[in-house]
């Protein structure tokens, strides 16, 4: 009887040599967490203080005098308040859907391709873009849409019209900010999908094309499908976000030009601009209810998800 529980007794896994490196391994990441993710969670405190810099940040931190909710409050019965949820809940309803439509449709066109060259030139062409920062791409529009030098105006002049203030055309900017954002975006999310596209069996499609099934029937019923699940990952991704706007593309491309104000005032914008002019436990309000609605959104959509197909959902 000794014997048999001694055998049945588990033995503690000792720390190897595997677990050591994995540890190094991990080591760089986690301290990275630790700095700028874990430690910058304590300025929380500031969105329920009336935040003054006096001296070093610490003692700031610890003099300035506690308000409660009222940072929260003066955001909440600011005027702009609906204008900025307007927007910013608007744009990024819009960049969801398309950012998943466009990706997907563009990755399978390309994984359609017999060459394989082109579809290499066509993947970097549209993932080009993606490495552009704001700044860049702000002096690109600038050269085309400028009063007084830019590209557009000068045709404009040239065909015998009077040139246009482009900055101060309200009509122009939502459509044209969703097509920047699509021009910066579409080549990333198009090389998930296409990655996922690449490992798909092709006997499934050579089944499929013995059977007599046409192209659009071989995508609607083999590439979509086994792609369901990445993009139902993407799309949870993507609506934890919603509450959050691209200050660059919000903020430098169109100049922060006070013509655009209902068109272009996001939260994000709101934060930055509450910044510059100081009321700091403001600002820390508006970026802690971003970061709460942006969790709760992404939990509740996860859930929904989970109910619908539980091994979709992310956890």
């Known amino acids: 009887m000794a014997k048999q529980e001694q055998k049945t007794k588990i033995k503690k896994r000792r720390w190897g040599r595997d677990d050591s490196e994995l540890t190094l391994l991990a080591l760089p990441t986690t301290i990275w967490y630790l700095l700028f993710s874990f430690m910058p969670m304590f300025g929380i405190v500031i969105a329920f ?19 409660g909710f009222s940072n929260f409050k003066f955001l909440f019965s600011s005027k702009d308040i609906w204008i900025i949820l ?12 398309l950012g998943i ?5 563009a990755a399978i066109a390309i994984g359609q ?36 030098k830019g590209l557009v105006n000068g045709m404009v002049e040239a065909m015998g019209y009077e040139r246009q203030q482009w900055y101060m055309k309200k009509e122009m900017w939502p459509p044209f900010l969703v097509f920047m954002n699509l021009w ?48 139902i990952m993407m799309f949870i991704m993507k609506v934890g976000g919603i509450f959050y706007s691209d200050f660059g593309l919000f903020y430098q491309v169109p ?37 709460v609605a942006g969790c709760v959104t992404i939990l509740t959509a996860n859930g929904i998800v989970r109910k619908i197909d ?3 959902a992310m956890i």
Do not use: C
């Open 184 to 231: 910066k975006s579409v080549g990333y999310g198009m090389v998930v999908y296409l990655a996922t596209i690449t490992g798909i069996d092709k006997t499934y499609y050579e089944a499929a094309g013995i059977d007599g099934a046409s192209i659009w029937q071989q995508i609607r019923y083999i590439t979509l499908p086994l792609m369901k699940s990445v993009i």
């Open 86 to 97: 307007r927007n910013t809940l608007g744009y990024n309803i819009i960049f969801i859907i």
């Open 113 to 148: 391709l017999h060459s394989k060259r082109m579809a290499k030139v066509y993947q970097t062409a549209m993932f080009m873009p993606y490495f552009l920062s704001w700044v860049v791409v702000t002096a690109l529009v600038w050269a085309f849409l400028s009063y007084d």
């Open 310 to 312: 539980r091994e979709s």
């Open 49 to 67: 203080k009336e935040f003054k810099i006096n001296g070093g940040f610490l003692k700031s931190f610890f003099t300035s005098k506690w308000v």
């Open 101 to 105: 439509v466009v990706p997907v449709a």
């Open 255 to 291: 100049r922060d030009s006070n013509s655009l104000y209902n068109v272009v005032y996001t939260l994000d914008v709101y934060v930055y601009k509450q910044l510059r002019t100081s009321t700091t436990g403001m600002s820390a309000a508006a970026a802690f209810v971003q970061s």
